[in-house]
């Protein structure tokens, strides 16, 4: 079972900028469509935008124009850029394949956005 692990977080003041990277455990021939997801405190996970092979994407309206998703299919790697961030932005993020498989949830990374 493929898992991932991300990182990148931490805390940031509002207008700040990060950018997560999410590392599959195994080496896979290609990652199929992957996912951000985030799960803010006593909310439940939301899917946050998503990226396929070929490098369609599609992202929820509250972080269209700020957050951007890539991938590097030669490392297995995806990535979240994260400008402009908001204090509502602060959950902790996770990335799986899109649709989920649940068995391959990492640890998520903590972001934090205050002053």
């Known amino acids: 079972q493929v898992q991932f692990v991300e990182s990148g977080g931490g805390l940031v003041q509002p207008g700040g900028s990060l950018r997560l990277s999410c590392a599959a455990s195994?080496?896979?021939?290609?990652?199929?469509?992957m996912g951000w997801y985030r799960q803010a405190p006593g909310s439940q996970r939301e899917l946050v935008t998503t990226?396929?092979?070929?490098?369609?994407?599609n992202y929820i309206d509250s972080v269209k124009g700020r957050f951007t998703i890539s991938r590097d299919n030669a490392k297995n790697t995806v990535y979240l850029q994260m400008n402009s961030l908001k204090p509502e932005d602060t959950a902790v993020y996770y990335c799986?394949?899109?649709?989920?498989?649940?068995?391959?949830w990492g640890q998520g990374t903590q972001v934090t956005v205050s002053s």
């Open positions: 799986n394949f899109w649709p989920i498989r649940e068995g391959s």
């Open positions: 195994t080496i896979l021939f290609r990652l199929p469509t």
């Open positions: 990226i396929t092979v070929g490098g369609t994407t």
